[in-house]
């Protein structure tokens, strides 16, 4: 019961980083993309069909969320889900952000497609700050959700 728990506490965190990306896209034009990570990603690789990026999106954080529990049982803390998320935000930016065309860091030239392309990806250090942030509230989230698992039961 307590891995699903677990589970849950990165939907609710996958959650909340889809819901302000998609404000930040859809409503205020403030994320430097124009299509959420998840999603860009398997655009690149051909993949990006029907309800697929979300499924990828909401599992990969449930995934994650399983693994700090698994390691950390009930010491888990907010600290270890913000290291998590670290280390997942420098994944994102070494490794997938390069796949999606995007560069190491962002900074690979996607800024050069039509603005309304779904790989676009504003130059700057904007997509550094928000992907940031959002793996940081991820991470909190996780690490708080997976922290009151040991205090139930």
Known sequence: MKWI?????GLAGSFVMFIIMMVGIHATGFAPFNTPPSA????QLGLNIGPLPLIV??????????????????????KEGIYLALA????????????????????G??????ADA???LESGPKYLI????????Y???????????GTSE
């Open 40 to 43: 860009a990603f398997l655009h």
């Open 57 to 78: 999106h909401f599992g990969y954080g449930a995934f994650w969320s399983v693994v700090l529990y698994y390691f950390f049982k009930e010491s888990v803390s907010i």
């Open 139 to 149: 991470g909190a989230i996780i690490g708080w959700g997976n922290a009151q698992i």
């Open 130 to 137: 928000m992907t940031l942030i959002l793996h940081l509230i």
């Open 118 to 120: 779904p790989l676009y």
């Open 5 to 9: 728990k677990s589970a849950f506490s």
């Open 88 to 107: 997942l935000w420098g994944v994102m930016m070494l490794i997938l952000s390069p796949i999606i065309g995007w560069g190491f860091f962002g900074f």
């Open 109 to 114: 030239g996607a800024d050069e497609l039509a």
